[in-house]
């Protein structure tokens, strides 16, 4: 170096001085101001250098630097038996305190791994004591997502070093390779695919949790992706719990372990307070979750870009950077869960690893329903709105959420998913969802999707937006509900559905006993975001705890599941639940109720004789009525009796207005007012008005949608109830129901071809009910086709030996084939059996021809019809 | 040799106090330490080797200064020292290196791992490393400089904190440090290889 002392700090100062100025007023800069020739062409020469060596030296010099063991240390060799027992088969890798080998079980045979304390540490003072807390301490964590820990072993090798004592700890051989080894290989990975992994590490660290261990060496490295062959899933399993401490030795160090406080860990993934020395808890494990998800995402750790020690130290003194930054796609639910991780403060994280997944799962459901196409769809009706207002068309609506303080709320509650491990629970999770629906639908100002609507959605993956356009709701209630003997875990989700915002959501572990109370909460929560006001007196409860019987609940809620299902069969097994239910607990209402709404079914469906169903059903009502005064379903289900059974009108009107009353939204009262009571009564307007109520709120029942175009064929309007009738075949073509009503409007239009085919489809369809047959023989006969007519009247005529075949059925049929007399007689029959379709009598379109009949109107007379 | 973190920490509040001894006497220790923990880093943890030297520091800073009582000053000098350490550790490997490529035996200060350099990595420390000694003799800051930078992996700020002087001389310094280093390097083979720019 050709410059002396002296001259240096003037080199240094005209270097400076230079750099500050252009590149080409640098040498008129060092004429002017450096005298001396020598300092002048040092500066020069370093000005130069300078250009060049941007990049020199600028990364530490340990940077990429590897280290590599040696590999002659492992201790023991393959063949060699340990304790009598363990044969060595491999090694495995090196740790901190001892080698990992994999061992064959002489005993047990089975392989099991074996962790060896290296010599040097046995030697230190308590160690053997400290290896035996550890034992203990993890041997309190058994979970599937964690290493377990069997036992410690002591024994002398049988090597040449014959009377070396070795320790060792026997564990769970996990076979896989690491995460740390799995983001080198993939880079980064997508939320579906790590958020499973990320449950696992949670649910293995919050099994620690629960038992008081902190793990304080939580990374990457310690955590082993086991492939499970059969299911192909991969079972995440944490290592060294407990054992994560090193060599350390010093006394300081055990009262550390012992009081879960102290520096331990990894420098890379610790926590602030892990430095700091302040109190270690499982916060500090969250911490280094956070880095591990973090990493997980975007493939590195925050500041990976500065030197390690730098980024270790940029974590303690600034905010970590948004993750969005390097992964843009990243959900900001996830980011946000992410940055919660890693605060700086240990209260502002997540309190448990549990809240943690719940945030990242809930991010994802809201993902998987919200699929590109719906952020497309937003965004182009963005664009449509801005064009809308640019050129003065339309005015731009602003697409937040539902707007609050309106009256006009709307909600449907998708079908609660069953988490329980057992998947025969669903019958559980369809029970809260109804009885949420049921809860929210004595909210006046709420308009809620009924349950038959709802649970169309079940089971399928219709994104959010496609539920509010064909519910016509703003809002929607998701959940889960995992039930494990008697604690229950509810998660309930409140979404707007015009820009998928989470208004609320919550989860509840509770026991089963206090399954009345959730939903209670959880439906007054819906009603207090959505800002719509309690009915009147209804402010204490919107669902009342009807039983303290839990085992007479879940029986009412099975049954209520079959129920649902609506098929001969479904009922049958419904009733035997109701009936078990009310066994339990008999001042259980609600079973009552279901049960009587069973018998009506039964009798309306005319699958059994009225005789037979109806007085079990009015006994159930009676009891039920007795038992709760206020329950609407109950009132309802009376008031269809008095209907169809007793022909108590008046009673009748009664008991559904009181239904309605007590339950303003409930479509089944709707509908079943409308259907049993209205309509035969020739009261269309009235009829056409709660259809419509009920058809709101159930838009996607297929009965109800049925019945209002029934209403249009009785009211005589049969291009409107065929319209009615294609509609709801396009819902689903094989609703049998609604084929037979099809081929009715046609019969009545003249159309008997078409009439013809709808009848032998529907015969099909419904497998051959009485009235399909019936129809069918009818429209023979009217279309001349006598031979066939009478070869189904033989058939109904050998079917009403087995079952209960309606006598109107009959009474309709003789008329086509021109027996007036046998007719009247089968509807005198139909008196006498107090069948309920003579309720109809008034307004069937097939009595029209002998409507003014003496004995016709005396029949209708009888019936109390108007 | 057994090292209290008691000691630790008394010489480093010494240390900050003005002691230069307690560099002297600090250094053993530090050493020691560093290298048991060198040990079971590099046995234990071979995917994550990229940041073992850093997290070698680190837990011998921590292992070692575990009284809530040392502020962010004790860190830095622990720091300062750490750069002198590591150092002196890469140095003594890349020279068993090369005398290792030349069949001489491999007599250095072992941690009894070997560090794997890249092809040219090890004679181009050891000239940085001869480099920097000349440099010391004209300007010991800006050697420190460097050697904190370069082998202790400082930011401008904590170089500056530990040599208790402003960011901007340590700008400064760090500047015509490296570009005097790169003429040296590049006059004495003709051309800089660019082994220890960056990756």
Not at chain 1, 494 to 512: M, P, Q, V
Not at chain 2, 23 to 44: Q, T
Request: aromatic share 8%.
């Amino acid at each position: 170096m050709a410059t002396s002392p002296e001259n240096w700090d003037r080199v240094k100062d005209l270097f400076e001085a230079a750099l500050e100025r252009d590149p080409e007023q640098r040498s008129a800069y060092l004429r002017q101001n450096a005298s001396d020739p020598g300092v002048r062409e040092e500066v020069e020469r370093l000005l130069v250098e300078h250009d060049q060596a941007s990049g020199f030296l600028s990364s530490p010099a340990f940077e990429g630097l590897q280290f590599q063991p040696k590999q002659s240390e492992h201790r023991f060799l393959p063949g060699e038996v340990l304790a009598g027992r363990f044969r060595i088969v491999r090694f495995i890798a090196a740790g901190g305190m001892g080698e990992v080998y994999e061992t064959q079980d002489l005993e047990l045979r089975e392989n099991l791994a074996i962790k060896t304390i290296k010599p040097e540490v046995l030697r230190q003072s308590n160690a053997l004591e400290r290896f035996r807390r550890e034992v203990h301490l993890a041997r309190k964590v058994t979970h599937s997502n964690v290493c377990r820990v069997f036992d410690l072993f002591r024994c002398k090798s049988q090597a040449s070093n014959a009377d070396r004592e070795v320790v060792f700890v026997s564990m769970e051989l996990l076979e896989g390779e690491s995460l740390s080894e799995r983001i080198r290989r993939v880079g980064s990975f997508a939320p579906q695919e790590a958020l499973p992994l990320i449950a696992q590490m949670c649910a293995g660290l919050a099994a620690a949790h629960h038992v008081g261990v902190v793990h304080r060496d939580f990374k990457p490295g310690n955590v082993i992706l086991v492939p499970d062959g059969e299911s192909g899933q991969v079972r995440a399993a944490i290592t060294d719990f407990g054992l994560a401490l090193r060599s350390g030795g010093d006394e300081s160090w055990t009262a550390d372990f012992i009081t879960l406080r102290g520096f331990c860990g990894t420098p890379a993934y610790m926590a602030p307070e892990q430095i700091e020395s302040s109190e270690v808890t499982s916060a500090a494990d969250i911490y280094a979750l956070g880095l591990v998800i973090h990493e997980m995402m975007t493939g590195v750790l925050p500041f990976a870009s500065q030197t390690p020690m730098a980024m270790l130290v940029r974590r303690m003194h600034e905010p970590i950077p948004s993750p969005r930054l390097l992964t843009p796609n990243l959900d900001t639910a996830w980011e946000s869960a992410i940055l919660r991780c890693l605060d700086r403060e240990p209260g502002n994280r997540f309190h448990t690893v549990e809240e943690l997944v719940q945030a990242l799962e809930k991010a994802m459901k809201l993902r998987c329903q919200n699929p590109a196409d719906f952020r497309t769809d937003l965004q182009r009706l963005r664009r449509n709105a801005d064009s809308g207002k640019s050129s003065g068309e339309e005015q731009a609506r602003p697409l937040t959420a539902i707007p609050t303080g309106s009256t006009d709320q709307s909600i449907v509650v998708l079908p609660f998913i069953n988490m329980s491990s057992d998947p025969e629970n669903e019958f559980f999770a369809d029970g809260i969802t109804e009885e949420i629906i049921n809860a929210l639908a004595q909210i006046e100002d709420l308009r809620v999707a009924a349950r038959t609507s709802s649970f169309s959605f079940k089971g399928t993956h219709v994104d959010l937006r496609t539920v509010g356009s064909r519910l016509n709701v703003t809002t929607v209630l998701e959940g889960s509900v995992r039930k494990s003997g008697n604690r229950l875990r509810i998660m309930a989700d409140l979404i707007s559905i015009a820009d998928g915002c989470h208004l609320w959501s919550e989860r509840y572990d509770r026991e089963l006993q206090d399954i009345f109370e959730v939903q209670d909460e959880i439906a007054k929560t819906i009603a207090d975001r959505l800002k719509v006001t309690l009915g009147a007196g209804r402010q204490k409860r919107l669902v009342r705890a009807g039983t303290k019987n839990l085992e007479a609940y879940q029986l009412y809620l099975r049954g209520r599941f079959h129920w649902n299902r609506r098929t001969r069969v479904g009922i049958g097994k419904a009733i035997e639940y109701f009936r078990l239910a009310i066994l339990n607990d008999p001042e259980f209402a609600p079973p009552l109720v279901g049960l009587a709404e069973c018998h009506i079914i039964q009798g309306v469906y005319g699958t059994h004789e009225p005789h037979k169903v109806f007085p079990l059903a009015k006994d159930a009502i009676f009891k039920a009525l007795a038992i709760d005064p206020q329950a609407a379903d109950a009132h309802c289900a009376a008031g269809c009796i008095q209907a169809v059974y007793d022909w108590d009108w008046a009673g009748a009107e009664r008991s559904f207005r009181r239904a309605l009353d007590l339950e303003p939204n409930c479509s089944t009262t709707h509908h079943w007012y409308a259907v049993n009571y209205l309509i035969p009564r020739s009261q269309f307007e009235d009829a056409c008005i709660h259809l419509r109520l009920a058809r709101d709120s159930d838009p996607l029942s297929l009965v109800i949608n049925s019945t209002v175009a029934l209403e249009s064929y009785f009211e005589r309007h049969y291009d409107q109830a065929v319209a009615g009738y294609l509609g709801v075949l396009e819902m689903d073509p094989t609703f049998g129901v609604a084929v037979f009503f099809l081929g009715q409007a046609y019969e009545e239009k003249r159309m008997l071809p078409e009439a013809i085919t709808a009848f032998e489809r529907a015969v099909v369809l419904t497998e051959r009910s009485p009235e399909t047959v019936a129809a069918l023989a009818r429209a023979y006969a009217l279309a001349g086709r006598l031979k066939d007519a009478h070869t189904l009247l033989n058939e109904l005529q050998q079917m009403s030996l087995s079952q209960y075949v309606s006598p109107i059925l009959f009474a309709q049929l003789m008329l086509a084939l021109g027996e007036r007399t046998h007719a009247i007689q089968f509807l005198q029959n139909g008196i006498e059996m107090r069948a309920t379709d003579i309720t109809w009598l008034g307004v069937r379109p097939t009595f029209d021809s002998i409507r003014n009949d003496e004995d016709f109107c005396a029949i209708c007379a009888g019936v109390g019809l108007p | 040799m057994d090292s209290s973190p008691e000691d630790v920490t008394l010489l480093l509040s010494e240390l900050q106090n003005g002691n230069q001894e307690a560099a002297s006497k600090l250094m053993p220790l530090v050493y020691n330490e560093l290298r048991r923990l060198a040990k079971g880093y590099m046995r234990r943890e071979r995917a994550e080797h990229t940041l073992q030297a850093t997290a070698l520091v680190h837990e011998a800073y921590l292992k070692l200064v575990k009284q809530p009582s040392v502020n962010w000053k004790g860190r830095s000098h622990f720091f300062g020292i750490a750069a002198q350490l590591m150092r002196q550790i890469l140095i003594d490997h890349a020279r068993g290196h090369l005398r290792e490529k030349r069949g001489g035996a491999h007599e250095v200060v072992s941690l009894d791992e070997a560090l794997v350099f890249t092809p040219g990595q090890s004679a181009e420390l050891v000239r940085v490393d001869e480099a920097l000694e000349r440099l010391a003799k004209l300007d010991q800051r800006q050697s420190k400089i460097v050697e904190l930078r370069f082998f202790g992996g400082l930011s401008v700020e904590q170089a500056a904190e530990f040599l208790g002087i402003s960011p901007k001389t340590v700008k400064r310094d760090w500047s015509v440090a490296k570009a005097s280093l790169h003429g040296e390097l590049r006059h004495a083979d003709g051309n800089i290889t660019g082994k220890l720019g960056p990756r």
